[in-house]
């Protein structure tokens, strides 16, 4: 199983997250995703090394969404990009990179076949 986090503006409602994430179904293929929100700051180790949009996320005590998934990335990918549309939003692929939801999205529109995990 491998994790995205996504952290969200301080206001944004979980029930709009759900609503969000429900709407992304599986094509089958055996993609699986499962969502949280989080609470401790520790739970989830903070990006190394720390940036300064780290640090401005971590300030601001943003919403963090932990999107747990297995098999390919499209069900993922797709749910991301339902969650952080509209929204502001930073996106920690886990892997390496953090970016603004836009830039995240922006990268997957520039590069379908994107493998962060490589």
Same mark, same amino acid.
């Given at each position: ?5 996504? &952290? ?5 409602? +979980? ?6 994430? $429900? /709407?992304?179904? =599986?094509?089958?293929?055996?993609? $699986? #995703? ?5 609470? /401790? %700051?520790?739970? &989830?180790?903070?990006?190394? %090394?720390?940036?300064? +949009? ?7 005590? @943003? ?5 747990? &998934? =297995? !098999? !390919?990335?499209?069900?993922?990918? $797709?749910? #991301?990009?339902?969650?952080? /549309? ?5 996106? *920690?692929? *886990? ?11 922006? $990268?997957?529109?520039?590069? =379908?076949? @994107? *493998? @962060?995990?490589?």
């Amino acid at each position: 199983m491998n994790s995205v986090i996504v &952290y969200l503006a301080p206001d944004t409602p +979980l029930t709009e997250v759900h609503e969000r994430l $429900r /709407s992304v179904e =599986s094509t089958g293929g055996g993609e $699986r #995703i499962y969502w949280h929100p989080v609470e /401790s %700051p520790n739970e &989830y180790g903070d990006p190394v %090394p720390p940036t300064e +949009l780290f640090d401005r996320v971590a300030a601001e005590r @943003w919403l963090r969404v932990v999107i747990d &998934y =297995s !098999g !390919g990335l499209e069900l993922v990918k $797709r749910a #991301i990009e339902a969650l952080v /549309s509209n929204l502001t939003a930073v996106v *920690d692929n *886990d892997h390496g990179d953090l970016m603004t939801a836009e830039e995240f999205v922006r $990268r997957l529109a520039d590069d =379908s076949g @994107w *493998d @962060w995990r490589t």
